[in-house]
């Protein structure tokens, strides 16, 4: 599971990058889940996806950083903003994650 957190803004019309894992069969992500969560009493958006990841052999499992690009929004204008109106863009990257794969 890999969630993209943001506060502040909208994010409108996201983009990910395919996830692709050496030594590993990966499947397609689900549909991007968009939700709010509070943490510490902030608001965040999130977009969250998931992913099955099968390892092909035991040993280190590198999984790299994945990005996503999307439009901002402000969010005092979410439902007034036109759907052709050209917006500017922010580009995020997951962490990289490595793991120990065990028989």
């Known amino acids: 599971m890999l969630r993209f957190y943001w506060d502040d803004c909208c994010i409108r019309r ?6 692709e894992v050496p030594g590993a069969d ?6 991007p889940e ?3 969560q509070e ?3 902030k608001k965040f ?7 099955m ?18 439009e901002i929004m402000d969010r005092t204008r979410i439902f ?12 995020v990257e997951s962490e990289a994650l490595t793991i120990q794969v065990r028989q």
């Open 80 to 91: 007034s903003t036109p759907q052709d109106e050209v917006l500017p863009t922010m580009e």
């Open 39 to 41: 943490i510490d009493g």
């Open 26 to 31: 990966v499947s397609p992500p689900t549909t």
């Open 14 to 19: 996201p983009l990910f990058a395919e996830l």
């Open 45 to 51: 958006g999130v977009y969250e996806l998931r992913f």
């Open 53 to 70: 990841i099968i390892p092909r052999r035991t040993g280190i499992l590198s999984i790299p950083k994945i990005t996503m690009v999307g």
């Open 34 to 36: 968009q939700y709010e």
